[in-house]
């Protein structure tokens, strides 16, 4: 089972709200995120028997407060399931759609309905994203606009004949699913991320470590060259003594790197470093007077 369905599962079993209005809402988010309505037939499609079982629930519940019978099929057609019943039509109507002015229950209640419905997130050992996907470009602006309302970063794109609601960013993904209630997946995609984070710190570590340690082994070649070509043209003797100073040291000690070098003569990196470029200059005016 993919994380993106371990996390539906988990929403689809929690406890079912008692009050009417967030049932409703809930419900409502299923019915825009799934296409649930076409003529005067009523759907519910989904891969997870957990959020099916979940509607069922719902819509059950009110058909016994409204004393009102209903009749419901599921099929399976491939890795689908799909619920029909006969009373959705019923029990939301257009005009009952209003995302304004709700307080954090009823989004809740909104929001986990359209991501039962509709929504993915990825595996955040790969990437942060999550996602809705609408065929409605209304209903996704509308969704966008609500969850920056409650500090959740989200944007939308167009992909084919659908209008994605997308989460890029690893703490707005955690914030939704805790307001979601998905309290384990919550652990386990944070248990991810800091193992990720952690991961991907050492390896910054590494490859600047890698990155020092090649600049240094560099350095020091271009410094031995540079001694071995003085000493081959006689020209070594003619150097100062600190210019010798700093030559014969390097060449004991190849493998040490310029704070360390400094270290052993006792002074600054950076007249370490002056000496050398020194010596470099010595070496290029040389070989530019062989060329002439």
């Known amino acids: 089972m993919s994380f993106s369905?371990?996390?539906?599962?988990?929403?689809?079993?929690?406890?079912?709200?008692?009050?009417?209005?967030?049932?409703?809402?809930?419900?409502?988010?299923?019915?825009?995120?799934?296409?649930?309505?076409?003529?005067?037939?009523s759907y519910f499609t989904s891969e997870n028997l957990d959020i099916l079982e979940r509607y069922r629930y719902i819509v059950r519940y009110f058909c016994i407060r409204n004393n009102q019978e209903y009749n419901y099929d599921i099929q399976k057609q491939k890795n689908i399931y799909m619920l029909n019943c006969n009373v959705l039509n019923g029990l939301?109507?257009?005009?009952?759609?209003?995302?304004?002015?709700?307080?954090?229950?009823?989004?809740?209640?909104l929001l986990i309905g359209i991501?039962?419905?509709?929504?993915?997130?990825?595996d955040p050992k790969d990437n942060y994203h999550l996602e809705y996907i609408f065929t409605d470009e209304d209903i996704a602006n509308k969704v966008n606009t609500l969850l920056n309302n409650i500090e959740i970063s989200s944007n939308i794109?167009?992909?084919?004949?659908?209008?994605?609601?997308?989460?890029k960013d690893g703490d707005s993904i955690s914030?939704?699913?805790?307001?979601?209630?998905?309290?384990?997946?919550?652990?386990?995609?944070?248990?991810?991320?800091?193992?990720?984070?952690?991961?991907?710190?050492?390896?910054?570590?590494?490859?600047?470590?890698?990155a020092n340690l090649n600049k240094a082994i560099n350095a020091s070649k271009k410094h031995i060259d540079n001694i071995k070509y003085l000493k081959q043209t006689g020209n070594y003797s003619k150097l100062k003594d600190n210019l010798k100073l700093v030559c014969d040291t390097r060449e004991k000690y190849p493998?040490?790197?310029?704070?360390?070098?400094?270290?052993i003569i006792g002074i600054s990196k950076s007249g370490l470093n002056n000496r050398f470029k020194k010596i470099d200059e010595i070496v290029k005016d040389l070989k530019e007077n062989e060329q002439k």
């Open 115 to 122: 991501f039962l419905g509709c929504g993915y997130v990825n």
């Open 255 to 263: 493998e040490l790197s310029l704070n360390e070098l400094a270290q």
């Open 157 to 167: 794109t167009k992909r084919k004949n659908n209008h994605i609601v997308y989460i």
């Open 5 to 41: 369905q371990k996390v539906k599962s988990e929403i689809a079993k929690s406890k079912v709200p008692k009050n009417i209005e967030n049932l409703k809402y809930e419900l409502i988010g299923m019915y825009i995120s799934n296409d649930c309505i076409k003529d005067e037939d």
């Open 175 to 210: 914030n939704l699913l805790g307001v979601l209630g998905a309290s384990s997946s919550l652990i386990q995609f944070e248990e991810l991320r800091v193992e990720k984070e952690m991961n991907n710190n050492l390896n910054r570590v590494i490859n600047c470590e890698t």
């Open 92 to 109: 939301i109507k257009k005009q009952d759609i209003g995302f304004n002015n709700l307080d954090i229950n009823l989004i809740t209640s």
